[in-house]
């Protein structure tokens, strides 16, 4: 098929997705498995008019998986308004750490035992499929500023910050694999010095300042010179400053992304909290500012205050970021589709079935101990940890850093595998899931005090 004939494809792809988005939004099928199965009708295993090897052009793959990400991390934490003291947060600090921690450990010892794959090598394999992903865990992640639903927020916030705990494990296992000599006491401490604690803190702090002093700065010169033209590269000029300033630094790209998302919605909320009280309906539940401008009618200078200010500016970062990241995550779910045939395991629907049903479930039961979260919303969570775009970075960064072999690619294939069962599984229940639990609280809402 030739050029024009790819571009009539794309485009009725696209047309098709947009009709139907309606049906999609309320029905048991995602546009991500949509996507996926467009991907496999192009493929190998149908149409065959497509034939992609990912792990084959694993450097491209990787550039393009991090854009994707260091896109949606940054809208992810663009997102959360919620004070870092509430629980959404702290639930998801609990997730991200050892509850990533004990799910790469169970994920590795499992694999070690029932796919003989030897323990560095099982490690790796745990790292690349335990993180939930911050791109396509935008069907359960924060709809918009407003939301505050304790499970989105605790969702959001572990899928911003677990390559935080996934990463350093993973350059552990690859370490592993690739010294020709014994892993010496040194470079383990370098590890746990650098890959991890300076990744972390460095990675974090480097995009929170850099997201708070841009979003200030920038506000500030909007209102003093009354600047309404739309900025739509703001968002884009801050996923790239942060990431590639922390990675300069050795520290974690990833979580700068996040951070820096963060950061200029905390530079929003302190314009806010300085507006008088009387410019709100409501002063004690001030609103985020990009809710107070219409982002379709730009104000006429002079029109504008510091509220408006920062809600043109976080509003254009908002909706540049959110169209990179679907964009993104569109080709990458075709593409995976493309190259399943190539990279099929039914091993990996064991482990998609054992990480999915025991160990995950397991590992964020054990993680929210005594956080006085309900039982129903520690069960879902435990559910809906789904894989995707982040774990095909990692398989593309384990590749690019030296593995190879046949067990490599036993484990990459397990891992591919993984990654579409989650998108199929996840995909069709997350809506009926949620939809249970809005309707488990209307109705709780509605029982008279009696009742209760």
Known sequence: MGFLGWTAAIGGLLLLMSLASGWINRGPVTAFALYLAAGIACGPWALNVLQIDIAAHAALTKNLTEIAMAA?????????RLPLKSQGWRIGLRLAFPG????????????????????????AFGAIVAPTDPVLASLISVNDARDDDNLRVSLSSEAGMNDGTALPLLMLAVMLLTTQHDFSLPAFAHWALIDVAWAMVGGLGIGFLLGRFVGQYITHLRHTHQDVAPNDFLALALI????????TLDASGFLAAFAAGVGLRRAEMRVINRQPADDFSDSDNRPPAEVLVNPHIRHEPGETNAASSVGLVVGDALSFGDTVERLFAAGIIIVLGVTLAQHWDPQGLLMAALLFIVIRPLAVWIATVGMKAPREQRLIIGWLGIRGIGSINYIAWAYTHGLVGSEVSRMADMAFTLIVASVIMHGISVTPLLNWRQAKIAASQQKSPEEQ
């Open 240 to 247: 790239a400053l942060s990431y590639a300033a922390a990675q």
């Open 72 to 80: 949606s991390l940054f809208i992810t934490g663009l997102k959360l």
């Open 100 to 123: 990533m921690l004990l799910t790469v450990a169970g994920v590795t010892v499992v694999a070690h035992y029932l796919t003989d794959l030897p323990w560095a090598l099982s490690l």
